[in-house]
């Protein structure tokens, strides 16, 4: 009688009948399955949390891959998962909580290095210049506001004072600091950008529209509100201003309105429109303290052009320094 086709002849190196050797792919693909079903969550999450592997290897991972076993499955990409459990389900693996560092904010000294009494009465003495600026500045608001526009103009000439005062008597004692310029830049912000416009407004309100002094004032307002913050963002540089300042623009309306020049109401918001524009230009203008050292000829001529006729002297002088800034401008352009 034949043998049945899976009644094979048993060898010496079996270790089971030959005629059971087809189940060996079924029990050993059930074992690979279940392998399969396994996650390397542990090592990952070993690996960027420190949590302990969670899922060993399998204990024969080390053996060459059957054929029907893991092999496929890498091939085909796919990962092992986490055995389920028909009742349970998947077992969840708990991510470790992340704690956020607390963020410890430490207060920045108003007056940096080292804090003797005598330093803290200079710091406090260059302080003190400021706010004065600023309460000049408010005065002259409210002395604008009752009509006394040429008392107002001088209290702004003061401000220009203290303001130039301060920074001098900061860099002379060694006191300069970061919140020293805050607060500088907020008393000019009060003085230059508020005060002045409002001088400008009542020497205007009489003579022109309105309308047309209220937005020339809102004009100066603007330009010298962008003047200022440019200022605090921009890197400093040593000869010239990028801009005419407010200090020089507040200057300037206060003595056209001391002076009092004899131009048309027209010019004059003309003109107040224009030195508000340079205020936020990109024009270089020269500094203080390089017209300073300008030969002593220089400053002999408006000297006694002064003592012919303020008023014209007065024009001159600030148109020429308002002309100096494109002249500066197209001649650095031609050098590049």
């Known amino acids: 009688m034949p043998r049945a086709p899976w009644r094979r002849r048993r060898t010496t190196d079996s270790p089971r009948p030959a005629g ?23 090592r990952r999450d070993t690996e960027l949390h420190g949590v302990p592997d969670l899922y060993p290897e399998p204990r024969y991972a080390d053996r060459p891959r059957r054929r029907y076993g893991l092999r496929r499955f890498q091939r085909a990409g796919i990962e092992r998962v986490a055995p389920i459990s028909p009742a349970v389900g998947p077992t969840p693996v708990t991510p470790t909580p992340v704690v956020a560092e607390e963020s410890t904010t430490t207060s920045v000294p108003l ?10 009465m200079k710091f406090a003495l260059v302080n003190a210049c400021t706010l004065a ?19 107002a103009a001088f209290l702004l000439i003061a401000c220009v004072a203290f303001d130039g005062l301060d920074g001098a008597l900061a860099r002379k004692l060694g006191v300069s600091s970061p919140f020293g310029a805050q607060m500088d830049s907020l008393a000019d912000m009060c003085s230059f950008g508020l005060a002045a416009p409002v001088v400008v407004y009542a020497s205007l309100a009489g003579e022109v529209p309105t309308a047309a002094a209220a937005v020339a004032a809102a004009l100066v307002a ?3 509100a962008i003047r200022l913050a440019r200022f605090n963002v921009s890197p400093s540089d040593g000869r010239f201003f990028s801009g005419v300042p407010t200090t020089m623009a ?9 002076i009092g020049l004899p131009v048309p109401g027209a010019v004059q918001i ?3 429109a224009l030195l508000a524009f340079t205020m936020v230009s990109s024009f270089p203008y020269a500094k203080l303290a390089r017209l300073v050292k300008l030969p002593p000829w220089v400053w002999l ?20 320094y308002l002309v100096s800034g494109p002249v500066l401008w197209l001649r650095q352009r031609r050098t590049i």
Do not use: E, H, K
């Open 222 to 224: 603007a330009c010298a």
């Open 111 to 120: 007056l940096p290095g080292v804090r003797t009494p005598a330093r803290r």
């Open 20 to 42: 059971r050797n087809w189940t060996g792919p079924l029990r050993r693909s059930g074992t690979l399955a279940r392998q399969v079903l396994l996650v390397r969550v542990g």
């Open 301 to 320: 001529v408006p000297v006694v052009g002064a003592l012919v006729d303020v008023r014209l002297t007065f024009g001159l002088i600030v148109v020429g």
């Open 250 to 258: 507040a200057a300037v309306l206060a003595l056209m309105v001391v």
């Open 270 to 272: 003309a003109g107040v």
């Open 133 to 151: 600026s600023l309460l000049l500045g408010i005065n002259a608001i409210f002395v604008a506001m009752q009509g006394n526009v040429r008392l």
